[in-house]
């Protein structure tokens, strides 16, 4: 009984980790995206000047998730990383480009620096890729037999998960729009508000495409939303109807608002979009850790180790949140104030 | 030899691994110098500090930027090629991992920001603080993962689950395993050493193209004293590593030594070409008896050779028994170096020795190369085990195709190679340029703009 309850915690703590990932490494990738976009050299550096204190912090949420999926769900883990052995390691050696671009582009002379420019970008758009790729397969399931993956090393690559990549740029683009809005003046936020209203149409489709696709992958996910191709099961639908409404009015309101004075509600918006996502994806894929494979109880690490990383989170979660958030605070100026351009 | 799943994963884990702790052992050891230096600035409010903590935080952001990226490929490669390792040992070393996280790379990471971009946005002690943060964050992650990695070296604490999996039946016992003091202390003096002989060997050449006077005076004297000081402590660090290992794997201390039969009066092998076929040394010049000396054994004490282990017992011995030869040879060389330096100062001698300079500078990549000679001590000499004495490498690979692991590994060697020498080239430039003194104000060649650039010019 005890067991399953800290199982249930440890989901919900990795779940949670994940989202921070997606909503703070997401703008940091959606600016890469948006890189070839820049108008300039200047208007490139403003782009980077704006994400680069924060980046490296933003991607430890990354290790956070694939530690803590190692620590608390062990099985969990052992089953998926092989099964999505290929756009795992896609998704590492592009975060390596994108990674060592912020400072290597400082270093690099004519040359060298037009190539980190490159990998930078690149290394953002592939890494964004991968993720949607490393999702998609793991909501379509993967071929697991009595804990152990069974299936080939291209089972991920289906229509579905390509859908889902595609539809992850545009989000993560979205999100880094979003972001200059917030981070950029003049020209540059201009442009990003234009971005934004672009995006925002193309993420919408996206999540209504992914959403429907989604309904197709499992019986029991048709069934949960009391959707099926040709009719709707009133009863079931009307409770989890709010979701595609609230995210149908977020749209509308960041549709309108982009003009406002507000600069950092886009990215706001943005979040809450991506979060509607996740809870729309939690709903279908509940209670599986693995889709239809593993719940988080079948996976769990023992719980004396559960216990143990849950006291390591409850000291250390807040601690770290808090000097995140005094990091956010100490950069939370326009990037022109603290980059001096000539 | 066969070119399957296991041995691919294998190469591929030392491949990764090996580039990777390059970068935590310069940084470690980089971030507390900085925090000293920046310390000694506040204090002093001499500007030499200044100027040399400006120059050395650049070339930290560029080391720890790489040590990030190939960091974050170790916490998913633990999944990806070794899933049985990680379904069996997940409840008692995903712990130390998941704390690794939460006290370290956030740290890290987070202050890194302020550390690099915040010289004009926080004051100077709360800068300070940050570089702190920073240096206590290298230390705090180094102490975990040498823990999780000591316990699969003197596993205990643990019992079997009915559903074959490893628990901890007590996790102080796990976290402080055997080799973990020993172990710990060793990894993170030699990475101390590591950052001692890069800043002795950059100071000394900037001295010899007469650049930077002051600062390359100030900088030589604080890596001597750490050569002079450490190397002796860290050479007793090894050693009581030995011991401890000659106590849980005597397998392992049989191959570096190159012992192959079971006797009293172990002899201290100096060279030889170890012969896996036919369990001998050729070539071998040793020193009767003192090999039992130095592992604290009487002259009656029996001492293990590899005879004592079955063949698919024992751990691959050429590459360990070479492996620690290169990495005693590297103390060495810091040792002799370390003396040298103090004598020299004493003279007042230590400026001008241009001989010692030079020595220095070649010597700039000792302390990577026993690092790296010496986790190859460390985790070839633990084999065939990956866990050891309870789990073989060979059990814990994951049901991956070879393919797969030959794709990713061919990648990773194109990757890291470009990235490595991209960053290598970057730093080498910026220790040929020497730091920026106060007569020539600082000029920075990157373009207008760029953070690193902005906040060289905010300094105060």
């Known amino acids: 009984m005890f067991g399953i309850e800290l199982s249930m915690i440890w989901a919900v703590l990795i779940a949670v980790a994940v989202f921070l990932y997606v909503a703070l490494d997401g703008f940091d990738l959606g600016v890469g995206i948006l890189f070839p976009f820049a108008k300039d050299a200047r208007e490139r550096d403003q782009m980077q000047a704006s994400i680069a204190p924060v980046w490296d912090g933003n991607e430890t949420w990354l290790v956070l998730g694939g530690g803590g999926l190692f620590a608390a769900f062990p099985k969990a883990y052992a089953a998926l990383m092989p099964a999505l052995y290929l756009p795992i390691f896609l998704m590492l050696l592009a975060l390596i480009f994108r990674g060592v671009a912020f400072e290597f582009r400082h270093h690099g002379r004519e040359r060298g620096k037009k190539w980190w420019t490159f990998a930078f970008s690149a290394g953002s758009i592939v890494a964004t890729i991968a993720q949607g790729l490393v999702l998609g397969g793991f909501i379509q399931g993967v071929a697991i037999e009595g804990e152990v993956f069974v299936g080939g090393p291209l089972d991920w690559l289906t229509p579905f998960s390509l859908l889902v990549a595609a539809s992850l740029v545009a989000g993560y683009a979205l999100l880094g729009a979003a972001w200059i809005v917030f981070k950029a003046q003049g020209e540059l936020a201009e442009r990003a508000r234009r971005w934004v209203k672009q995006l925002a149409l193309l993420t919408a489709l996206a999540m209504g495409a992914v959403s429907l696709a989604t309904l197709g992958v499992d019986a029991r996910v048709t069934e949960r939303w009391g959707l099926t191709m040709t009719s709707v099961d009133w009863p079931v639908f009307i409770k989890l109807a709010p979701l595609p409404v609230l995210a149908g009015v977020i749209l509308f309101l960041m549709w309108r608002g982009i003009e406002e004075r507000k600069f950092l509600r886009p990215y706001l918006y943005a979040v809450c979009l991506f979060l509607i996502g996740y809870v729309g994806l939690a709903v279908s894929l509940w209670p599986y850790i693995i889709p239809f494979a593993m719940t988080p109880a079948d996976a769990a690490a023992a719980d004396n180790a559960l216990q143990l990383m849950l006291v390591g989170a409850l000291v250390m979660l807040p601690i770290i949140l808090a000097y995140t958030a005094f990091v956010y605070w100490t950069f939370r100026a326009k990037v022109d104030d603290h980059a001096t351009y000539h | ?460």
């Open chain 2, 1 to 460: 030899m066969e070119w399957d799943a296991l041995l691919l994963s294998r190469l591929q884990f030392a491949f990764t691994i090996g580039f990777h702790i390059i970068f935590p052992a310069f940084t470690i050891g980089l971030a507390s110098f900085l925090a000293v230096l920046e310390g000694l600035w506040l204090f002093t409010k001499r500007p030499v500090f200044k100027n040399l903590y400006l120059f050395w935080v650049k070339i930290f952001a560029l080391s720890f930027g790489m040590g990030v990226v190939s960091g974050v490929v170790m916490s998913y490669q633990f999944g990806t090629n070794w899933s049985v390792f990680s379904a069996i040992t997940g409840s008692v070393i995903g712990p130390l991992l998941a704390y690794e996280v939460l006290t370290a790379f956030f740290l890290e990471a987070s202050f890194l920001g302020i550390m690099l971009f915040g010289w004009k946005r926080v004051g100077p002690g709360l800068h300070f603080f940050s570089t702190c943060m920073v240096a206590i964050g290298t230390l705090f992650s180094a102490f975990w993962i040498l823990s999780a990695n000591s316990w699969m070296q003197t596993p205990q604490g643990w019992a079997w689950a009915e559903d074959g999996t490893m628990v901890a039946t007590n996790f102080m016992e796990v976290i402080f395993n055997p080799s973990l003091p020993s172990r710990f202390a060793h990894m993170v003096l030699a990475a101390f050493l590591t950052t001692a002989m890069v800043v002795a060997g950059a100071s000394a050449f900037a001295l010899l193209k007469k650049r930077a006077l002051a600062e390359s005076r100030v900088a030589l004297r604080m890596a001597v004293l750490m050569m002079a000081l450490v190397t002796p402590v860290q050479i007793m660090a090894g050693h009581e590593s030995g011991i401890v290992a000659g106590e849980h794997q005597p397998a392992k201390v049989a191959a570096l030594e190159g012992w192959w039969t079971t006797r009293t009066q172990q002899p201290t092998v100096l060279v030889g070409w170890p012969d896996e076929e036919a369990e001998t040394n050729h070539f071998e010049i040793a020193i009767p008896g003192f090999g039992s000396t130095v592992n604290n054994a009487g002259p009656d004490v029996v001492l293990p050779g590899l005879d004592q282990f079955t063949e698919e017992d024992r751990p691959p011995v050429w590459l360990t028994f070479w492996a620690f030869r290169v990495m005693v040879g590297m103390g060495v060389v810091m040792l002799v170096l370390g003396i040298w330096g103090a004598g020299a100062w004493a003279l007042k001698r230590l400026d001008s020795s241009t001989w010692y300079h030079r020595a220095l500078v070649l010597a700039g990549p000792s302390g990577f190369i026993a690092v790296l000679t010496g986790w190859i001590t460390a985790e070839v000499g633990r084999q065939p085990y990956v866990v050891y004495g309870v789990l073989r490498t060979a059990d814990a690979v994951s049901p991956v195709p070879a393919g797969s692991v030959a794709t990713s590994l061919l990648f990773f060697i194109v990757v890291y190679g470009i990235v490595f020498t991209a960053g290598a080239l970057y730093i080498l430039r910026l220790m040929a340029k020497g730091p920026d003194t106060e007569e020539t104000p600082p000029q920075s060649d990157q373009p207008p703009g760029t953070p690193l650039a902005a906040a060289i010019k905010e300094a105060p």
